[in-house]
């Protein structure tokens, strides 16, 4: 790019800029000398390819989605909390929020992920030892009792069930007094991230994805500032990926749920922003920086280009960071807290929107109140003490951060025309039912591929650690160490026989002819519709809403969905 477009992309900068609200805060170094908002070329210099570089708060939002950077608003502190039962959790959530969290994100119990009720027999044992247990409306009510849900934004981590949980969300604002048109927060609901990686789905991916594209309707409609879709790299990158796998698999998702929304009629410009992202934060620091930044420009080059978005919001890929939990260990579990504090600083570096430091402790249990507090410490000295919210993308125009970045782009596009490529094979007509993504993603689920690419990148990395090529501090180098045991958080298992006991009494004070009626209307109106996702029948939203209220269960709500679509085995692999 010549001198005099660099310039003018700078006057632009400076415009947006002044003109946008910045925090009351000193912009400063420590020593009080003053530092600009953002850096650049020097005037008068011509930068090779500065265009993919740019500017903060313009396409293609390599360097952030707003001018001010973190001068105008910091990320969102949202720690990831969930335990026990109900009551539990929200004395958890009234001690973040006290502590200085500007947000909440749900842990749910793995019976709840799974869809099944606390005394579900397959629930035995893992009643709120994983994240909080939820079985009905009556819980989500007394999960955020005395936090007004008009005031707080709140993350739901949840994809299998995330439905019939964001209606008893809904239900639970209704009974607080506060109207849902007004909710702001975010549901995970990516069911594609199950398949490859976490494995926790309910049915096939075709009824999920009706199920996806009923809430992705029903949000865009009437609930405008709520985020339906929290499209999650992180599991896949806990489950062993590469950076740029994380990149390009989770990136490849969302534009499948992009493919989902144009074919349900809705407006790109109106329902894109509605789409957010979740990512892992791993250990190599510059690594993880680039991918951010890749991610963004990534992201909105093909909503550009390739689907037709033409706002910036609906350009703008904005995204909550997680620090990796599979980075933490057992061995030396201080260690870890230097490890969240490196992986925090490069989500912040690399522009995140929001964040969640892991506590030092989870390799062995949920997190004790004071790792809990540590964790959240963290975050608030890199926020308060560093001064790395003085500059928007400070690392911007380094070398090697540059050059990593352009690196994983290119091998995200790689990627992304495999996954195409496998769509073409599956499709070879061309008529794919909702996109050419969407169905390059359904074959390399139902073949293994996506679990195959990921088992054999974590394969590499475990082989690396055994041969010391890799080193992990006090695993395999560093070992001697004067640290004693932690004392862990322990769920009681009174915590289980405590949520079944008042499920039952919740069941037996219900209309039951009022219970069955309603799930009966939903089981008609799962029957209603296509099976590939366009579901041109009837939105579900409304009768999952219905029995909700009248005090179905989760696994009553998942039984009823259960009978109607069936289940799914993934194909073995060896």
């Given at each position: 790019?010549?001198?005099?477009?660099?310039?003018?992309?700078?006057?632009?900068?400076?415009?947006?800029?002044?003109?946008?609200?910045?925090?009351?805060?000193?912009?400063?170094?420590?020593?009080?000398?003053?530092?600009?908002?953002?850096y650049?070329?020097?005037?008068?210099?011509?930068?090779?390819?500065?265009e993919?570089?740019?500017?903060?708060?313009?396409?293609?939002?390599?360097?952030?989605?707003?001018?001010?950077?973190?001068?105008?608003?910091?990320?969102?502190?949202?720690?990831?909390?969930?335990?026990?039962?109900?009551?539990?959790?929200?004395?958890?959530?009234?001690?973040?929020?006290?502590?200085?969290?500007?947000?909440?994100?749900?842990?749910f119990?793995?019976?709840?992920?799974?869809?099944?009720?606390?005394?579900?027999?397959?629930?035995?044992?893992?009643?709120?030892?994983?994240?909080?247990?939820?079985?009905?409306a009556?819980?989500?009510?007394?999960?955020?009792r005395d936090?007004?849900?008009?005031?707080?934004t709140?993350?739901?981590?949840?994809?299998g069930?995330?439905?019939?949980?964001?209606?008893?969300?809904?239900?639970?604002?209704?009974?607080?007094?506060?109207?849902?048109?007004?909710?702001?927060?975010?549901?995970?609901?990516?069911?594609?991230?199950?398949?490859?990686?976490?494995?926790?789905?309910?049915?096939g991916?075709?009824?999920?994805?009706?199920?996806?594209?009923?809430?992705m309707?029903?949000?865009?409609?009437?609930?405008?500032?709520?985020?339906?879709?929290?499209?999650?790299g992180?599991?896949?990158?806990?489950?062993?990926?590469?950076?740029?796998?994380?990149?390009?698999?989770t990136?490849?998702?969302?534009?499948?749920?992009?493919?989902?929304?144009?074919?349900?009629?809705?407006?790109?410009?109106?329902?894109?922003?509605?789409?957010?992202?979740?990512?892992?934060?791993?250990?190599?620091?510059?690594?993880?920086?680039?991918?951010?930044?890749?991610?963004?420009?990534?992201?909105?080059?093909?909503?550009?280009?390739?689907?037709?978005?033409?706002?910036?919001?609906?350009?703008?890929?904005?995204?909550?960071?997680?620090?990796?939990?599979?980075?933490l260990?057992?061995?030396?579990?201080?260690?870890?807290?230097?490890?969240?504090?490196?992986?925090?600083?490069?989500?912040?570096?690399?522009?995140?929107?929001?964040?969640?430091?892991?506590?030092?402790?989870?390799?062995?249990?949920?997190?004790?109140?004071?790792?809990?507090?540590?964790?959240?410490?963290?975050?608030?000295?890199?926020?308060?003490?560093?001064?790395?919210?003085?500059?928007?993308?400070?690392?911007g125009?380094?070398?090697?951060?540059?050059?990593?970045?352009?690196?994983?782009?290119?091998?995200?596009?790689?990627?992304?025309?495999?996954?195409?490529?496998?769509?073409?094979?599956?499709?070879?007509?061309?008529?794919?039912?909702?996109?050419p993504?969407?169905?390059g993603?359904?074959?390399?689920?139902?073949?293994?591929?996506?679990?195959?690419?990921?088992?054999?990148a974590?394969?590499?990395?475990?082989?690396?650690?055994?041969?010391?090529?890799?080193?992990?501090?006090?695993?395999?180098?560093?070992?001697?160490s004067?640290?004693?045991?932690?004392?862990?958080?322990?769920?009681?298992?009174?915590?289980?026989?405590?949520?079944?006991?008042?499920?039952?009494?919740?069941?037996?004070?219900?209309?039951?002819?009022?219970?069955?009626?309603?799930?009966?209307?939903?089981?008609?109106?799962?029957?209603?519709?296509?099976?590939?996702?366009?579901?041109?029948?009837?939105?579900?939203?409304?009768?999952?809403?219905?029995?909700?209220r009248?005090?179905?269960?989760?696994?009553?709500?998942?039984?009823v969905?259960?009978?109607?679509?069936?289940?799914?085995?993934?194909?073995?692999?060896?």
């Amino acid at each position: 790019m010549d001198a005099d477009a660099i310039a003018e992309g700078r006057r632009r900068w400076q415009a947006r800029y002044d003109a946008a609200r910045k925090r009351n805060a000193d912009f400063t170094t420590l020593s009080g000398e003053p530092v600009e908002p953002v850096y650049g070329p020097a005037p008068g210099d011509s930068v090779e390819g500065f265009e993919r570089i740019g500017w903060p708060g313009e396409f293609p939002f390599t360097r952030g989605l707003y001018p001010t950077g973190y001068r105008g608003r910091t990320w969102t502190i949202r720690q990831f909390a969930g335990f026990g039962n109900a009551e539990q959790t929200n004395q958890r959530y009234k001690m973040i929020l006290e502590a200085g969290g500007g947000g909440l994100s749900v842990a749910f119990d793995m019976p709840t992920l799974m869809g099944r009720d606390s005394d579900d027999p397959r629930s035995l044992g893992e009643v709120g030892h994983c994240g909080v247990a939820v079985d009905s409306a009556a819980d989500m009510e007394v999960l955020f009792r005395d936090i007004p849900l008009d005031q707080v934004t709140t993350s739901m981590t949840v994809s299998g069930p995330a439905v019939p949980l964001f209606c008893m969300y809904l239900v639970a604002a209704e009974r607080q007094g506060v109207d849902p048109a007004v909710l702001n927060g975010t549901l995970q609901t990516d069911i594609f991230k199950e398949y490859i990686a976490q494995k926790e789905w309910l049915f096939g991916p075709e009824p999920h994805l009706r199920l996806i594209g009923d809430l992705m309707e029903y949000c865009t409609h009437n609930i405008p500032a709520y985020k339906p879709l929290s499209v999650s790299g992180y599991h896949i990158r806990e489950a062993g990926s590469t950076a740029a796998q994380e990149l390009a698999y989770t990136l490849a998702d969302g534009f499948a749920y992009v493919e989902l929304g144009l074919s349900r009629g809705l407006d790109v410009n109106t329902f894109a922003p509605g789409l957010s992202f979740f990512f892992d934060a791993h250990l190599d620091f510059f690594e993880e920086i680039a991918k951010f930044r890749a991610a963004r420009r990534i992201w909105a080059r093909w909503m550009r280009d390739v689907f037709g978005a033409t706002s910036e919001r609906a350009q703008w890929l904005r995204f909550h960071t997680q620090t990796a939990g599979v980075s933490l260990t057992a061995q030396q579990p201080y260690n870890n807290v230097v490890r969240t504090a490196v992986e925090a600083l490069a989500a912040v570096l690399g522009g995140t929107n929001s964040l969640h430091t892991n506590a030092l402790d989870e390799t062995l249990a949920l997190p004790s109140e004071q790792a809990a507090e540590i964790a959240l410490r963290t975050q608030q000295v890199i926020m308060e003490e560093t001064g790395v919210t003085n500059v928007a993308d400070p690392l911007g125009g380094s070398w090697y951060l540059e050059s990593l970045t352009d690196r994983i782009e290119e091998a995200a596009e790689k990627i992304f025309e495999q996954i195409k490529e496998r769509g073409r094979r599956a499709v070879p007509d061309g008529n794919h039912p909702i996109g050419p993504m969407t169905s390059g993603i359904l074959r390399g689920i139902e073949d293994g591929w996506f679990t195959s690419e990921i088992a054999e990148a974590s394969f590499r990395y475990q082989q690396a650690l055994e041969k010391g090529e890799k080193k992990l501090v006090g695993v395999n180098c560093h070992h001697k160490s004067v640290t004693g045991d932690l004392e862990i958080l322990r769920v009681s298992h009174e915590v289980e026989r405590e949520q079944v006991r008042v499920l039952a009494e919740r069941r037996a004070a219900r209309d039951d002819t009022a219970v069955r009626n309603a799930l009966a209307a939903l089981a008609e109106a799962a029957r209603d519709g296509a099976g590939d996702g366009t579901a041109r029948g009837r939105n579900m939203i409304e009768p999952m809403l219905q029995a909700v209220r009248a005090e179905a269960t989760l696994g009553e709500i998942c039984g009823v969905l259960r009978d109607e679509w069936g289940t799914w085995t993934e194909p073995a692999a060896f």
